[in-house]
């Protein structure tokens, strides 16, 4: 309990290094509740990450916002931003509807772009950002869509248990206490790209994606329930997705913007199918099979804590006719607040047990601005793929898709 209390705080009054002399300097786009957590505090202990400046449509919100970080510059525009020759990256986390432009803008501009998730609104939106001419440059901008989870160690050690080929079944959950989203929320604003799927079900589509190791071939349903009020009524309060994959496996997610307020981890669990395993030391007319689940239990605030669950279920059988012999399960719990502790080809990564998964996504960004290897990255491949499976589950949900904006 002590070390979980040590490591939660020192996340959140994380320790502040001498910053370097060419740091890369970040320019925010508005001030969203989700900024300080994303950028503001994992900023605060990299050593190559200066806060430059902000705007926001509101100056006076601006400054507050600027007063309260230790940011020194305020602009009065978005384009003021783009427009600054000492700014080198900007996160956006603006209103889902507003991402395509912005980033375009940013892109268009020269500026790296940390782009919060969603990336945009859709697949065909995804397709126009991510297929920009100018990422294809020498020295062009490098543009993350803001996957933070899928850069903590836990998730990495998590894929070392599993066997993509051999998955048949995945299920997928996470909530929000009710208490958080009421119904003036952006997350249920139709023309702002709202809808439960968009702002925490991606969530659990990225991570299935993942699990598979590909994308799905079909939606097979979505379920939804919204405010049948006409106005909220096609923002999606919570819902329960079904994905059939190319194995044949069967990936499902389940969110709630209208959970308990007893906090329920996000949850992961993976089935594999049945396999055979060689053991010699068996007779010739009998065989060893195992089934492998694999739960990863808190996959979207790992820092807080998380765990890892493996249960292998073993049978001894007779060949002849299936008759089982001998049946055990062996069970054996994992965690990995660093990579260290995740082990193997990831022991020598950096990072300390209090880094966020926003500070280790902070990490690989910068890597990836100053030309260095980065070990985990979300080519724009993988963004296009994961606003088709948004799309497929609005479309078989009946909703329709977000609406695509006219910016070109």
């Given at each position: 309990?002590?070390?979980?209390?040590?490591?939660?705080?020192?996340?959140?009054?994380?320790?502040?290094?001498?910053?370097?002399?060419?740091?890369?300097?970040?320019?925010?786009?508005?001030?969203?509740?989700?900024?300080?957590?994303?950028?503001?505090?994992?900023?605060?202990?990299?050593?190559?990450?200066?806060?430059?400046?902000?705007?926001?449509?509101?100056?006076?919100?601006?400054?507050?916002?600027?007063k309260k970080h230790g940011i020194p510059n305020v602009r009065d525009?978005?384009?003021?931003?783009?427009?600054?020759?000492?700014?080198?990256?900007?996160?956006?986390?603006?209103?889902?509807?507003?991402?395509?432009?912005?980033?375009?803008?940013?892109?268009?501009?020269?500026?790296?772009?940390?782009?919060?998730?969603?990336?945009?609104?859709?697949?065909?939106?995804?397709?126009?950002?991510?297929?920009?001419?100018?990422?294809?440059?020498?020295?062009?901008?490098?543009?993350?869509?803001?996957?933070?989870?899928?850069?903590?160690?836990?998730?990495?050690?998590?894929?070392?248990?599993?066997?993509?080929?051999?998955?048949?079944?995945?299920h997928t959950e996470a909530m929000v206490p009710w208490l958080m989203?009421?119904?003036?929320?952006?997350?249920?604003?139709?023309?702002?790209?709202?809808?439960?799927?968009?702002?925490?079900?991606?969530?659990?589509?990225?991570?299935?994606?993942?699990?598979?190791?590909?994308?799905?071939?079909?939606?097979?349903?979505?379920?939804?329930?919204?405010?049948?009020?006409?106005?909220?009524?096609?923002?999606?309060?919570?819902?329960?997705?079904?994905?059939?994959?190319?194995?044949?496996?069967?990936?499902?997610?389940?969110?709630?913007?209208?959970?308990?307020?007893?906090?329920?981890?996000?949850?992961?669990?993976?089935?594999?199918?049945?396999?055979?395993?060689?053991?010699?030391?068996?007779?010739?007319?009998?065989?060893?099979?195992?089934?492998?689940?694999?739960?990863?239990?808190?996959?979207?605030?790992?820092?807080?804590?998380?765990?890892?669950?493996?249960?292998?279920?073993?049978?001894?059988?007779?060949?002849?006719?299936?008759?089982?012999?001998?049946?055990?399960?062996?069970?054996?719990?994992h965690k990995a607040y660093t990579y260290k502790e995740a082990g193997?080809?990831?022991?020598?990564?950096?990072?300390?047990?209090?880094?966020?998964?926003?500070?280790?996504?902070?990490?690989?960004?910068?890597?990836?601005?100053?030309?260095?290897?980065?070990?985990?990255?979300?080519?724009?491949?993988?963004?296009?793929?994961?606003?088709?499976?948004?799309?497929?589950?609005?479309?078989?949900?009946?909703?329709?898709?977000?609406?695509?904006?006219?910016?070109?």
């Amino acid at each position: 309990m002590i070390s979980l209390l040590i490591r939660v705080y020192t996340s959140f009054v994380p320790p502040t290094p001498e910053k370097k002399s060419n740091a890369v300097r970040f320019g925010i786009l508005g001030t969203a509740t989700t900024a300080p957590l994303s950028l503001t505090l994992p900023a605060k202990s990299h050593p190559e990450v200066v806060l430059q400046a902000v705007a926001a449509r509101d100056r006076t919100r601006a400054e507050a916002f600027a007063k309260k970080h230790g940011i020194p510059n305020v602009r009065d525009t978005y384009q003021d931003i783009l427009d600054d020759p000492d700014i080198d990256a900007v996160y956006i986390p603006l209103p889902n509807s507003l991402h395509m432009e912005w980033a375009v803008r940013s892109i268009r501009a020269g500026k790296h772009v940390l782009l919060e998730k969603p990336s945009v609104s859709n697949a065909a939106e995804a397709d126009i950002l991510f297929n920009m001419p100018e990422l294809s440059l020498p020295n062009a901008p490098v543009l993350l869509e803001g996957f933070h989870n899928r850069f903590h160690p836990a998730i990495h050690l998590f894929r070392t248990f599993i066997r993509p080929s051999d998955v048949v079944h995945v299920h997928t959950e996470a909530m929000v206490p009710w208490l958080m989203v009421d119904k003036d929320n952006i997350g249920l604003n139709y023309s702002l790209g709202g809808g439960c799927m968009m702002m925490l079900g991606t969530y659990n589509f990225s991570l299935l994606r993942m699990i598979f190791n590909a994308a799905p071939e079909e939606c097979l349903a979505a379920d939804t329930h919204v405010h049948a009020d006409g106005i909220h009524d096609k923002c999606d309060y919570d819902f329960t997705a079904k994905f059939r994959f190319p194995n044949g496996g069967i990936g499902e997610g389940t969110n709630t913007f209208q959970g308990s307020l007893i906090w329920k981890p996000s949850t992961a669990r993976v089935t594999h199918k049945e396999t055979i395993v060689l053991d010699e030391s068996l007779p010739a007319t009998e065989e060893k099979t195992l089934t492998r689940e694999v739960t990863l239990h808190g996959f979207m605030n790992a820092v807080i804590w998380h765990r890892i669950d493996v249960k292998d279920s073993f049978v001894i059988r007779a060949k002849a006719d299936g008759r089982p012999i001998k049946r055990w399960v062996e069970s054996k719990s994992h965690k990995a607040y660093t990579y260290k502790e995740a082990g193997g080809e990831f022991a020598d990564l950096p990072g300390e047990d209090w880094w966020m998964s926003f500070r280790y996504q902070l990490e690989e960004f910068v890597n990836k601005i100053k030309g260095r290897k980065t070990q985990f990255w979300i080519p724009g491949e993988d963004s296009i793929d994961q606003m088709k499976m948004v799309d497929m589950a609005y479309e078989k949900s009946g909703l329709g898709l977000r609406p695509t904006s006219t910016f070109r």
